[in-house]
């Protein structure tokens, strides 16, 4: 099959839902960077508390996909979005809407662990107070512990919340950005392959966070481990070239694939 | 990570070898009841025993793949498919073994009738066993398909050939030590035939990813 950019593939399996769970709705959602066109047309519901992963090779447009849900796209010179997002049935990229304010609503987690510069409960205390969460410091301290908490990582730290948030190894520096994203009480996380820079113990707790958190939070993982997207996703969306070519419930994307192409790339006999 | 063509090929391979074993089982045992031959029958029981190892062999490669290559899609179900024809192929070894057995001890007695349809079963199964393996080598779920239908000639033939014998020892209960022997190889022939059903079942959902079993005729 010759495949070029300009392709074009109409999605297969289930992109939309009709069960009332959908937490996030995208019709025809498209991206320039320039003149490129990086996201073609893509229309898919994510359904509430839920893991749904992306995935495909480097440069499909997964990653930009994800940005157009939380605005990130908004602070990249000559990228143009079109189309329509909707969370909740309220329109994303409405004029009156705050792309802070929206962010507050959708913590974002990243392929390598970035804590501030700054204490561990600085870290994790930052979002809330300047959201205005918390009244006063009992109240900070409260969403600090229940934060670290639901991240798994309470106990580990417990006795060196004043210790620098680098300070910690590279897994626990990535629940610690957890904690930072669940610590303004989102509704949505979206995590840009979490575990990339994680060994295989790291990534297995976040993995069992994942699932944890999932029955609070609607999640969407960016990830290139197959395996990965297979042990935490509900639903997988293969992107492909910028096109969104097959989403379904992740068993069905892993065992009997409906499109050749998702076909060719989860038995890695891709391109 | 991938599995290599080449794993899937040696794989494919290996079932070719053990299936072309297991389908000469059924013709010797056969053929050594007709002709009155026991050291065909022996040599079957002898080589029950390559066919047995093929089954360890196939099932220890398809669970090193599946720990070391961690395969998805098209090629899990080939290998869980390969998992389960191989035991199926061995089944059916062991029910050659035991038309052997039935054979040996046959033929020390006096013949009872000529055999007419127990050659005619073992042809049927013998092809729905060689099909079976050719669709799942070919990912051919048509013929896979045509050998489930089969199957219903041979349980019809079964079927026959009890009532037939069931007539004789009734007339002449003399006859009914060896004509429970014959209704046993008409039974492991119509298990043959069964087996030979599953794998068909099996390829049918390695190709198009549907579960067939217990289905009614229809359905498939």
Not at chain 1, 7 to 27: A, M, W, Y
Not at chain 1, 160 to 178: A, N
Not at chain 1, 248 to 253: C, P, Y
Request: hydrophobic residues 40%; aromatic residues 6%; glycine residues 4%.
């Amino acid at each position: 099959m010759v495949m070029s950019h300009d392709d074009i593939f109409e999605t297969v399996g289930k992109p939309l839902l009709n069960d009332g769970r959908i937490k996030i709705s995208c019709r025809n959602v498209n991206v320039y960077y320039g003149e490129k066109r990086a996201i073609k047309d893509v229309s898919v519901d994510i359904a509430e508390k839920e893991v749904t992963s992306f995935i495909g090779p480097s440069g499909c447009g997964k990653s930009t996909f994800l940005c157009c849900i939380n605005r990130m796209n908004d602070t990249i010179k000559d990228c143009r979005f079109e189309g329509n997002i909707t969370i909740d049935g309220e329109n994303i990229y409405d004029r009156t809407m705050d792309p802070v304010l929206l962010r507050a609503r959708i913590g974002m987690v990243f392929q390598k662990p970035n804590p501030f510069p700054k204490s561990i409960y600085q870290n994790v205390a930052y979002g809330p107070r300047i959201h205005g969460l918390a009244r006063n410091k009992s109240e900070l301290d409260e969403i600090v512990i229940t934060s670290l908490e639901k991240a798994g990582l309470f106990n580990e730290v417990k006795d060196q919340l004043d210790h620098p948030g680098t300070s910690l190894s590279g897994g626990q520096q990535q629940r610690l950005c957890i904690a930072r994203a669940i610590s303004v009480q989102p509704e949505i996380i979206l995590m840009d392959e979490p575990c990339s820079a994680l060994d295989p113990i790291a990534t297995a707790k976040i993995e069992e966070l994942i699932d944890e958190l999932r029955q609070n939070y609607t999640i969407i993982i960016v990830t290139h481990s197959m395996q990965q997207a297979a042990r935490v996703s509900q639903r997988t969306a293969f992107f492909h070239l910028g096109s969104l070519v097959e989403v379904d419930d992740t068993n069905t994307i892993f065992v009997n694939p409906e499109h050749r192409l998702t076909q060719d790339y989860i038995t890695g006999r891709y391109g | 990570m991938t599995v290599r063509i080449q794993e899937l090929e040696h794989l494919k391979e290996m079932l070719l070898k053990m299936a072309a074993l297991v389908e000469a089982s059924i013709r010797y045992s056969v053929e050594s009841l007709v002709e009155r031959e026991s050291e065909l029958a022996q040599q079957v029981i002898a080589d029950d025993h390559k066919i047995n190892a093929y089954d360890v062999h196939i099932d220890e490669e398809c669970v090193r793949l599946l720990a070391l290559k961690q395969p998805m899609g098209k090629d899990l179900r080939f290998i869980t498919t390969a998992i389960k024809i191989t035991t199926d192929l061995e089944r059916i070894g062991d029910n050659s073994v035991n038309i052997a057995e039935r054979a040996i001890e046959l033929n020390k007695e006096p013949l009872l009738k000529p055999y007419i349809d127990i050659p005619r079963m073992s042809r049927i199964v013998q092809g729905m066993v060689r099909n079976s393996i050719d669709a799942f080598v070919n990912e051919d779920a048509r013929l896979a398909r045509e050998v489930i239908i089969r199957d219903d000639e041979v349980d019809d033939l079964n079927e026959m050939v009890w009532k037939e014998l069931m007539l004789i020892m009734t007339k002449d209960p003399s006859t009914v030590s060896r004509a429970v022997k014959i209704t046993y190889i008409s039974k492991y022939l119509e298990r043959i035939g069964d087996h030979a059903t599953n794998i068909a079942e099996t390829v049918v959902y390695m190709v198009e990813g549907k579960i067939i079993r217990h289905m009614l005729p229809d359905q498939i």
